[in-house]
C-alpha cells in the first residue's frame, strides 16, 4: 500500500478518535511521545519499549503499529561466546559449513575465524579496495551452491579514476581457505562520486536464485537526487543473476535509459536485507535523525528517499521532504530516535524455538540487538537485547547450528555466539 493511501486512511481514523495528531501530507501538529506511542500501538494496552522523545516529534505516524511497538519479551535465555577478538571493525559475518565463520574487516581484509575462535590470516587476492569513513570492504555471502562451487560473493568500495563506487565481485575459495582465485567484478554502480559515504551494501540471494544487493545514494546534498533517478543505482536495490548479468524480468528491463539491474528505488542508505520464510525480501535502511526504516521490498516500487521521508537532518533542521505521497511505499517500521541498523536475520533455527520468526537487527547508536515480532507484515513487538555490553553490532546471522553470531563495529571489535544457555 503506497504511503498516501496509509496516511490517509490513519489520518482519518485518528480524527474520528478525536485523537491531537491531525495529519496532512505534508506538517503535522507536534506529537508528544506519549500519544506517538499511542498511536501507534492503535490504542492498544501495551508498554511501549521507545519512551524517549522523538526527533521529529512534530511528525505522526501514517498507521498503527508503524513505530513505538509494544516492548515484548520471550524469556529465552542465552549464552554469550566472545569467540575471538582482535577483529578491527568487522562488517560482515557469514557462517560456513563445518562451523567455521568468513568475517570481513572493513581497512579491506577477508578472514575466517575457526569454530574455536582462530584468527586466520588475510585471504589473498581480493581486488583494490578505496577505505575511507564508510568505505571499505563490506559485505560477503556464499553462493547457494557453495557445498560443490566454493564461489562466494563480496561487496566493496571501489576506487575509481573519477571518484570511487560500491561494487560487487566473486571468486572461489581455495580449498585450505587462504586464498581467492577467478576473481571478477560482476557489478558497479554507477555513477562513480568523489566521497566517503553511504555505500550501502548488503547480499542475499533470493529463493529464486538471483543476487539481491542494496546501494547508498552517497549522502550529499547534490547526491541525493539520484535515488529517484532510475538511470543510476545510487539509493537503489538491485537483482542480477550470479554472473551478473540482468534476468528478463526485472521491473525496469523495458524501460529507456533505465538500469536494468534495478529492483526498487528510493533508498537511503541500506545497510541490511533479509528474506523471510516464505521468500519475501525485507529492508532495512538507514535514514534521516528519527527515520530509520524497516521495508517490506517488493519489485518495481518507490520507497520514497530523498522526497518522502521520516525525522529531520542530523544538523536538526527540518527536512524538505513530506512523510507520505502517492505512489511511493510507506516504511512498515520505523525508529525515532534512530538505531543506526546494520545487518539484519529471520531465525528459522531450532535452537531458540521461542524466538522461530523473528527479526533480528544489529543496532549500532545505541549498542544492542534489536528483536521484532511481526505478525501479517507488521510490527506488534520489540526487544532490545545485548544492550549491556556496549558494543556497536554491525552484523547478525544465523548458523547451521541454530546459534546467532554477530561482529561488533570497533578496532578492537569482536565476533560473538549467542547460543541456548547450558
Not at 575462535?117 to 555471502?141: C, N, R, Y
Not at 518522502?308 to 544538523?315: L, T
Amino acid at each position: 500500500m503506497s504511503r498516501h493511501h496509509i496516511a490517509r486512511h490513519f489520518c482519518s481514523a485518528f480524527f474520528v478518535a478525536g485523537s491531537l495528531a491531525a495529519c496532512s501530507g505534508a506538517v503535522e501538529k507536534a506529537v508528544d511521545s506519549t500519544t506517538l506511542a499511542a498511536a501507534s500501538a492503535g490504542g492498544g494496552a501495551c508498554t511501549p519499549l521507545e519512551t524517549r522523545e522523538a526527533n521529529a516529534n512534530e511528525q505522526a505516524p501514517a498507521m498503527a503499529g508503524q513505530t513505538r511497538a509494544c516492548g515484548v519479551t520471550a524469556g529465552v535465555q542465552f549464552d554469550v561466546t566472545v569467540v575471538a577478538k582482535g577483529l578491527e571493525f568487522p562488517w560482515a559475518v557469514e557462517p560456513l559449513p563445518g562451523g567455521d565463520l568468513l568475517v570481513t574487516e572493513k581497512p579491506g581484509r577477508l578472514r575466517v575465524v575457526s569454530a574455536t575462535g582462530t584468527i586466520g590470516e588475510p585471504i589473498s587476492g581480493l581486488p583494490k579496495i578505496f577505505v575511507k569513513g564508510q568505505g571499505g570492504l563490506l559485505d560477503v555471502a556464499l553462493s547457494p551452491s557453495f557445498d560443490t562451487d566454493n564461489t562466494i560473493f563480496w561487496s566493496y568500495s571501489e576506487p575509481r579514476a573519477n571518484g570511487n563506487g560500491t561494487a560487487i565481485a566473486r571468486g572461489v575459495l581455495s580449498a585450505d581457505r587462504k586464498r581467492l582465485s577467478e576473481v571478477k567484478t560482476i557489478f558497479r554502480v554507477v555513477p562513480s562520486y568523489d566521497g566517503d559515504k553511504h555505500f550501502g551494501s548488503r547480499i542475499a540471494f533470493g529463493p529464486d536464485g538471483m543476487l539481491y544487493a542494496s546501494f547508498g545514494e552517497r549522502s550529499d546534498d547534490p547526491m541525493r537526487k539520484y535515488a529517484q533517478m532510475k538511470d543510476s543505482h545510487l539509493g537503489k536495490i538491485i537483482r542480477i543473476q550470479p554472473d551478473g548479468t540482468v534476468p528478463s524480468d526485472n521491473p525496469l528491463v523495458n524501460e529507456s535509459n533505465a538500469k536494468p539491474e534495478i529492483w526498487s528505488i528510493g533508498h537511503r542508505n541500506p545497510q541490511a536485507l533479509a528474506f523471510d520464510a516464505s521468500g519475501a525480501l525485507w529492508g532495512i535502511e538507514h535514514g534521516t535523525n528519527g527515520g530509520d526504516e524497516l521495508n517490506f521490498i517488493e519489485k518495481g516500487k518507490n520507497y520514497g528517499w530523498a522526497e518522502v521521508a521520516y525525522g529531520e537532518e542530523y544538523s536538526g533542521r527540518a527536512l524538505p521532504t513530506v512523510t507520505a505521497r502517492e505512489g511511493t511505499e510507506q516504511p512498515v517500521y520505523y525508529w525515532d530516535p534512530v538505531i543506526a541498523p546494520s545487518g539484519a536475520q529471520w531465525y528459522s533455527g531450532d535452537a531458540f524455538p521461542a524466538w522461530k520468526g523473528n527479526l533480528f537487527v544489529g543496532g549500532m547508536k545505541d549498542k544492542l540487538l534489536v528483536r521484532l515480532v511481526v505478525e501479517n507484515n507488521k510490527v506488534t513487538g520489540e526487544e532490545h537485547l545485548l544492550s549491556d555490553r556496549k558494543q556497536r553490532v554491525r552484523d547478525v546471522r544465523q548458523g547451521p547450528d541454530g546459534a546467532l553470531y554477530l561482529v561488533t563495529d570497533q578496532k578492537d571489535g569482536e565476533l560473538w555466539r549467542l547460543s541456548p544457555k547450558k
